[in-house]
């Protein structure tokens, strides 16, 4: 995330990374969250009954001090830039599940640190070549252009979703609040396969790669669950 800001006064950026804990139905123990910060690296773990992740986040080009604090509510860390009244900096997050890896922090933290280590110029230009990809595999153009751009915006968030080894789980980037509706699972009716199905018609098959492995992995658990009336191997 490239950050540029010029004021006539000086000020102080603030970054922050925070989580309230998660409350679910007994005999589910609530979730927990942690973090930590140290000079310009902020961490936040969250633990759930069935899904450990981490953020970590890393500041390059300003100059502050990191801060965090915790407690059974939720945990919460921040950056807080030296006043100036000119910024240019980036913010270089890593972000892994224990889908990934058993140590999901030790895993973001690492993919932080390895962005850092690029030189911005490379990894700026290796992100271009993938979405200059992601654009030239299909056009469309439409007479009512509202629709059209509605058309190119649902693309876009699908490429933003569709690149980790993880899928998103059912309301996606659509729901910005805490504690959203069904608990932001995972389903096998409508809800999440739709988000996947424009990839056919729009020449992106590539993108349904996060959905396939996530739902082919999850298979044991459905057969466990829903042995008749599931699915049959």
């Given at each position: 995330?490239?950050?540029?800001?010029?004021?006539?006064?000086?000020?102080?950026?603030?970054?922050?990374?925070?989580?309230?804990?998660?409350?679910?139905?007994?005999?589910?123990?609530?979730?927990?969250?942690?973090?930590?910060?140290?000079?310009?690296?902020?961490?936040?773990?969250?633990?759930?009954?069935?899904?450990?992740?981490?953020?970590?986040?890393?500041?390059?080009?300003?100059?502050?001090?990191?801060?965090?604090?915790?407690?059974?509510?939720?945990?919460?860390?921040?950056?807080?830039?030296?006043?100036s009244?000119?910024?240019?900096?980036?913010?270089v997050?890593?972000?892994?599940?224990?889908?990934?890896?058993?140590?999901?922090?030790?895993?973001?933290?690492?993919?932080?640190?390895?962005?850092?280590?690029?030189?911005?110029?490379a990894?700026?230009?290796s992100?271009?070549?993938?979405?200059?990809?992601?654009?030239?595999?299909s056009?469309?153009?439409?007479?009512?252009?509202?629709?059209?751009?509605?058309?190119?915006?649902?693309?876009?968030?699908?490429?933003?979703?569709?690149?980790?080894?993880q899928?998103?789980?059912?309301?996606?980037?659509?729901?910005?609040?805490?504690?959203?509706?069904?608990?932001?699972?995972?389903?096998?009716?409508?809800?999440?396969?739709?988000?996947?199905?424009?990839?056919?018609?729009?020449?992106?098959?590539?993108?349904?790669?996060?959905?396939?492995?996530?739902?082919?992995?999850?298979?044991?658990?459905f057969?466990?669950?829903?042995?008749?009336?599931?699915?049959?191997?």
């Amino acid at each position: 995330i490239r950050c540029r800001i010029r004021s006539d006064s000086p000020v102080s950026p603030v970054i922050r990374l925070g989580r309230p804990a998660h409350s679910f139905r007994p005999p589910s123990p609530p979730s927990s969250v942690t973090s930590g910060a140290k000079g310009r690296t902020l961490h936040l773990e969250h633990v759930l009954p069935n899904l450990r992740y981490a953020i970590a986040a890393f500041v390059r080009g300003a100059e502050g001090e990191g801060a965090h604090r915790g407690d059974a509510q939720g945990a919460e860390c921040s950056f807080t830039a030296a006043a100036s009244t000119s910024f240019d900096f980036e913010i270089v997050v890593g972000m892994a599940t224990d889908r990934e890896d058993g140590e999901p922090l030790r895993r973001a933290m690492e993919m932080a640190e390895s962005s850092v280590a690029v030189e911005p110029e490379a990894d700026r230009e290796s992100h271009r070549a993938w979405w200059g990809r992601h654009w030239n595999a299909s056009l469309v153009s439409l007479p009512d252009k509202f629709i059209e751009h509605a058309y190119y915006c649902g693309l876009y968030q699908q490429a933003c979703v569709s690149r980790a080894e993880q899928a998103i789980s059912f309301m996606g980037l659509s729901y910005m609040r805490d504690n959203p509706p069904w608990m932001d699972g995972y389903t096998t009716d409508a809800q999440t396969p739709l988000m996947w199905w424009s990839i056919t018609p729009a020449n992106r098959l590539d993108l349904g790669y996060n959905y396939m492995r996530t739902f082919l992995e999850m298979v044991p658990e459905f057969i466990e669950h829903s042995p008749h009336q599931g699915m049959e191997v």
